[in-house]
């Protein structure tokens, strides 16, 4: 009876560990459906109502934004998430972690405000025809998403996953509010105020609503403080990865503009709806990354590396089934889909989106992995894999030929696919040093 008992514990004590596996995926996926339902919205709206060279420009305004919100905010908004987890899993306070990424928050922020003044003129004449408002509108949509990303990253690490889902949500609904009077009065200074706006608007509410949890974070041991030293450390690698991943999720407008000049716009916004077209597996997932990446660090802290493992396995499994259904979906009813949603100015082939397809199913792959090799610590192997990534997706651009979409298709697929066998490989390398 005593070994019956004892089996039956250590079962009841395994049990919480496989609920926090992938805790708040579920709910996260479901915000971002959401959200990228409300982003499609945005989009269409705004291609339909404006010109296809006024729409090229917000194209660049929302390729810019997140590109650089990203590569700035987005370790920071990482840097937090798994210091935050690691050491209340070790029991130790977290508030010194506050401390240090709002530090460090604030040092990016001038540095954005001191480049935005240095390089408004050439910025505003290479990616907005000149128009000061639009550039104005990125420089605010930065500061106000570098907030979201730093409440993105706290409410993460304690796992406050209902906040973080508010947060997604709220982004894209005041989007689309402030964009709304886009069907009275065709303006992109409207769709450029909603892009700026929806950054810190989304992010009020949740932090409001989670300040309990956020002022648990004094709880626990101060014996070891966080230091900046380690902020930038792990934030250094996460830059690399944010930098390769916007270059290949949002950098193909920017890269049609920057080869062609100004007058791209046209094919700027063609390339991008065409993107947005098959990406609403990216914006799932961006959800779901915000999960994995806590869940993943608490298990290695608590040294559960096979439950890491397990679900790692079965998300890449399910995620190569995922490529296959959207290549297929792209390639069947992709071209039509431009036409429908986005009016008769925009076509694509289904070779193209198909490309574009395979490009978006890698991702899910390659930035799973990617959250693994975070969690342990391994920032410097799957920097070097998503920089090569990225470098091969600009040499494919510049040598292939064809139009700018299948260009950006080919190059797109190419690197996706590339990224997720150097993951892999630096994922088993990582292991093989651990002697697991």
Known sequence: MSAQAATSLAREAERPTRRLELAGTGLLSAAMAGAGLLAYAFHILAARTLTTSEYGQIAALWAALFIAVVVLFRPVEQTTARAVA????????????????????????????????????PLTRALFNGSDFLTLMLVLGVAGYGVQYLARGVLGGVRAFRGLSGIHVGDGCIRLL????????????????????????GAVVPLWRQRHEIAALREGSAEHPFRLRAALGFAAPATVIAGSDQLLVNGAPLLVIGASGGEATR??????????????????????????????????AENDHRQVVRPLARACLFFAGATLLIV???????????????????????????????????????????????AQAEGLRAAAAWAASAALFVLVYVLSGGTELHRVSLAVASAMVADTAFLAVALLLARRARGR
């Open 178 to 201: 402030i964009a709304l009077p886009l069907l009275a009065t065709a303006s992109k200074e409207v769709a450029a105020a909603a892009l700026a706006a929806a950054g810190i608007g």
């Open 267 to 300: 094919a700027a916004a063609v390339v991008f709806a065409a993107t947005m077209l098959v990406r609403v597996p990216v914006f799932l997932f961006s959800g779901v990354a915000g999960s994995l990446l806590p869940n993943f660090t608490r298990l290695h």
């Open 86 to 121: 690691d050491r209340l899993a070790r029991g130790e306070e977290a508030a010194s972690v506050l401390r240090s990424v709002v530090t460090v928050f604030c040092c990016l922020l001038a540095f954005v405000v001191v480049v935005a003044a240095l390089a408004w003129g």
């Open 328 to 374: 297929a979906a792209a390639a069947a009813f992709g071209p039509a889909g431009m036409h429908l949603l986005y009016g008769s100015k925009y076509s694509a082939s289904a070779v193209d989106l198909a490309l574009l397809g395979l490009g978006a199913g890698s991702y899910l792959a390659a930035a799973t992995i990617s959250q693994a090799l975070l």
